[in-house]
């Protein structure tokens, strides 16, 4: 939320307040929590901290959207896994107010915080990446242990409009292309160059785009954004580059390498007389040259294919779709795809079967994690250190506890590990039969009329699948 400037600087945040907390979206208010800050006074808070620290102007505030799949999460445990995350992430240092709407068929939660610390004055500061980094780890960590579905970000099998941070990142920017093939080209220019500024000659005649500043970063043809050399390596700083021209060229990398015993070898070439130009044909060559026909192109073009390999991957997915199950006709496709949200519905009842089991142990588990914490305590009191006579009688305690429902630490250990292992099969079960569902989807969507509106494609699909799934077997 930015500056509006003026004599109302957080006017941005504040209408983000007051929309987020509209009590006819939160139950009356009943779905409102704010930390480090009252929900009543949360503003004037905020508003309060940045005057403290001098900074009032410039960005004034954050706001974060966790949306939950749909009919997966009530509204009570969408409030509790978003009250968990503001702890984890915002709750040492910014004033926050996090609500949970359930107006809409996807409940979702709102997260607004103060863009200044108010423990140090320090202002916010979100990097490229920081989501992929930081934060969606923690919203995943915090799916699972409720039984929710996650977005894997190192999924890369997503259709286009699905794409992952990944798929962004490495396809629409090229990285699996263009590290390597920027370092070749640094190190070819490296070597040829005799000072730093021939260096950014021949970059430029291979058709770089070269931008000096604080870091020198360069764009090839087809790459959308400037990439700094130094994140290539420690080899390619700039400090580093202008040291290997020094000393970097041909008799620097004969030097590297090791004497090889050379062996005699005898073979018959036959030579041709390279034939000269005639004077018309010199002619022509200069002016195509002259005229920029002849200019050196780039050293790769592969970024023109991104789209046609990607094309070529979901194409061969949807290859491999029809011969597995071995599809013949668009209704036994509609008999396939039936079939698989049939075969969906039933992992994820048994995803969260597995849940609600390992819930009803929870307790247990609180208490061996509460013995784990007082386990070096106890074995020092074993040892002889009465120091720890307190917390030997809490663990004694719960050891007790334990034992009057039937269960040893170790046991309870056994038990939670199993319960984690079935859960992380269902939950790569499911993940597997979700992606062949979008598969059969996307193929289907791909068989409707050209005549039925990009409007109506998702109620033609159902309707379609209903009906199929409604015919008597002949």
Known sequence: MKDCGGHFHGKHLKRSLDYVMNPEKTQDGRLVGAINCQVDSAFEQMKATKRKFGKVDKRQGYHIILSFKEDEVNPDMAFEITRRFVEEYLGKSYEAVYVVHDNTAHVHSHIVFNSVSFVDGKKYRYEKGD???YIQPITNKLCQEYGLSIIDVDDGSKEKEHESYKDWSEYRE???VWADMIKRDLDSCILQAGNYEQFLELLSDKGYEVKQGKYLAVKPQGMTRFR??????NMYSDEAIRERIEKED???YREQQKEVQPVLCKCKVRRYRRAKMSGLQKRYYAKLYRIGKLKKKPYSQVWKYKDDIRK????????????????HSAEELVSIISSLTDKRKEVSAEKSRIYKARERSRELFDIVDDMKELEPAEKSFLQGDEFFTDEHLQWETL???LLSQGYSLEEV????????????KACAKERAVFKELNIGKSIWKSLIPDSVSDGKDAQYNKETIRDRKEQPER
Do not use: P
């Open 174 to 176: 090229g990285s699996f």
């Open 250 to 252: 041909i008799s620097f």
């Open 413 to 424: 250990e056994a038990l939670r590990k199993h319960y984690k292992e079935e859960y992380s």
């Open 228 to 233: 700094r050399c130094k994140t290539l390596g």
């Open 399 to 401: 050891k007790q506890k």
């Open 131 to 133: 989501w992929a980094k």
């Open 312 to 327: 070529m991957h979901k194409l061969q997915e949807e290859y491999l779709f029809l011969v597995n199950h071995d599809i």
